[in-house]
């Protein structure tokens, strides 16, 4: 598939930062914009370091994740500046000199030790919202993070520009190569981790460079909604397969859910297809003007709908949610804001002045409350789990009568379904970024 080019769409996205940051500095009152690309965390009592991840608030400005101690400077009315860090070093690979789409839209300097961005940072640390974490101060300047400012710039992260979506766009493409290498590796009956190592060679990423750790669960693990353990022997049989597993593109994440069952198990198959349709038209109900609380409430109806129709419950998908009995078999959020993080920033901002909306009542785990505007990128990822910790709480709560315990039990050894897709929404239609990428891959 024919996918756009991000280098042309750089400087007008560089425009619309700087835009941001003239703001976001007049409100907090400073002069300067200074941000660490962050340094490297080393273990306690040893000498290796923790695997290094980039500060967001630099990877939004520069498609730069492994330069750590380097520096990004903007100064209202000057060109931005970079102060980047490519040591002397033979024991470890240096960062390439600069290069690529952004490189002359910047005056870059190039230091040899972190101490050398001293000279180059502005006079007065006083004057300059810094933003980072405490571990990237250097000298007088501390990440101080004026919450006028962070407030300002994360609620405006929401609305992506041209650029930002061609590299999600980007970034769907090695993780459905690793979703098919996956589904291929589940049905020849390899274990999970065989399965993880399948999907990293047809992604080309390791766990340095995927923007999150990937779920990769057989069976009961389906039940574990953050499921990381990788078991190294197959089970017997093999029953169903729950991926969740992204990819990233110049710092910009996706995020791809997807379950499977195996041969000869067609009613769980037959749920799957039930929760895909659904999920579609959750899809498809990312509009300009929708409050994506109520997105989140009409997919507890729809599930709900599909566990009565499958027998799971008893009662009326919306007395399943009026009782809790939904948040039982739904129990997370049905997605979130994506970008530059996985998670992204200001799901809950009321303004760019701050504030906060708050979840719905029995919601605690929704990652974003805002109305759906042009511009966001959000995932929706339904899914219904057979997980007997909150099984046992729709029992001791007094509602065990809401739920077939023996249908429970059939569906109990497959763990759950989750199916997700990353949605821009725009004026109009849902743009749906990661379908497509699975109907040209075949």
Request: a negative charge.
């Amino acid at each position: 598939m024919n996918l756009p080019d991000p280098g042309p769409l750089y400087a007008d996205h560089l425009d619309a930062l700087v835009r941001r940051a003239d703001e976001a500095l007049a409100r907090g009152g400073f002069d300067h914009l200074v941000v660490p690309s962050g340094r490297l965390h080393y273990q306690v009592f040893d000498d290796r370091d923790y695997p290094y991840a980039v500060n967001p608030q630099f990877k939004a400005w520069l498609p730069l994740t492994r330069v750590p101690d380097s520096w990004l400077i903007h100064t209202p009315g000057r060109r931005p500046q970079l102060v980047y860090h490519q040591p002397h070093d033979y024991w470890h690979a240096v960062p390439a000199a600069p290069n690529g789409w952004w490189v002359e839209h910047f005056d870059i300097h190039v230091i040899r030790t972190p101490e050398q961005a001293l000279a180059l940072l502005p006079k007065d640390p006083a004057r300059c919202a810094i933003l980072g974490e405490p571990h990237s101060a250097l000298g007088g300047f501390v990440p101080n993070n004026p919450q006028p400012v962070i407030d300002y710039l994360d609620y405006r992260r929401a609305f992506k520009t041209a650029y930002e979506i061609a590299l999600m766009r980007h970034a769907q493409v090695p993780a459905v190569r690793g979703h098919r290498a996956a589904e291929a590796a589940f049905r020849a009956g390899a274990s999970e981790f065989a399965i993880h190592m399948a999907y990293c060679s047809a992604a080309g990423q390791d766990s340095n460079a995927l923007p999150y750790g990937n779920i990769i669960a057989l069976n009961e693990h389906a039940a574990v909604l953050h499921y990381t353990d990788l078991g190294h022997a197959a089970p017997t049989p093999a029953r169903s397969f729950l991926i969740d597993a992204g990819a990233s593109a110049h710092g910009y994440a996706s995020d791809i859910t997807r379950t499977y069952a195996a041969a000869g198990h067609d009613e769980f198959q037959a749920m799957i297809d039930a929760v895909d349709a659904a999920q579609r038209q959750m899809c498809a109900a990312v509009r300009s003007g929708f409050d994506y609380k109520q997105l989140h409430v009409d997919a507890h109806l729809a599930l709900m709908g599909i566990l009565r129709e499958f027998g799971v419950i008893t009662v009326s998908p919306e007395a399943a949610l009026a009782s809790g009995v939904s948040a039982a078999f739904f129990p997370h959020g049905i997605g979130h804001l994506i970008g530059a993080q996985v998670h992204d920033v200001a799901g809950f901002a009321a303004s760019d002045h701050g504030g906060r909306i708050e979840r719905p009542a029995g919601h605690p785990y929704l990652r974003m409350t805002r109305v759906l505007e042009p511009g966001m990128v959000v995932t929706i990822e339904p899914g219904v789990y057979f997980i007997d910790m909150l099984l046992d709480e729709v029992k001791k709560a007094g509602n065990a009568a809401s739920v077939n315990w023996e249908r429970v039990d059939f569906f109990r050894r497959y763990g759950g379904i989750r199916i997700e897709d990353e949605v821009l929404c725009t004026d109009g239609e849902a743009d749906n970024l990661t379908r497509p990428v699975f109907a040209a891959q075949g």
